[in-house]
């Protein structure tokens, strides 16, 4: 992939120049949150939660870094554990579930964490794990 980004005002040309950065890679961002009860949520408390997820989504793709945009997990699963063992619920025994996530492109994986910093997840106490795709 090739990122480009116009520069609106260059020194040498004196007008505007498109920057060009090959070489960009793809990096899954994993969305875990804390167990919550969006039930209880109004709907304006939740119209609140789904704006920040679009427009964070939103500049990312305006960027051309947006890759792949996962679909929303479910909080119900199991797991299998080594041994055989199995828990109902997606992580439940940790209080956390992982809850989505995307696939971005970076030029490194620096970079792609400054992607994920601006995450609405990390506004309620989850995280953002942030991996290269090989």
Known sequence: MVDKKVVPWCPISG???LIIKK??????LLFRQPD????????????AVVRK????????AAQGR?????????????VLRAGGGVWDGAFSETGVTLGSFI??????????VEV????????????????PVI
């Open 53 to 60: 997820w679009q427009d964070w989504m939103g500049g990312i």
């Open 23 to 28: 070489n960009m890679k793809d990096f899954v």
């Open 116 to 131: 994920a910093r601006g995450c609405p997840v990390l506004d309620i106490g989850g995280s953002v794990e942030v991996r």
């Open 36 to 47: 919550h009860d969006y039930s209880k949520a109004s709907p304006n408390e939740m119209q």
């Open 103 to 112: 696939v971005v492109k970076a030029g490194s994986l620096e970079e792609a």
């Open 66 to 78: 947006l890759a792949v945009n996962g679909p929303r997990l479910s909080p119900e699963g199991m």
């Open 15 to 17: 007008g505007p120049v």
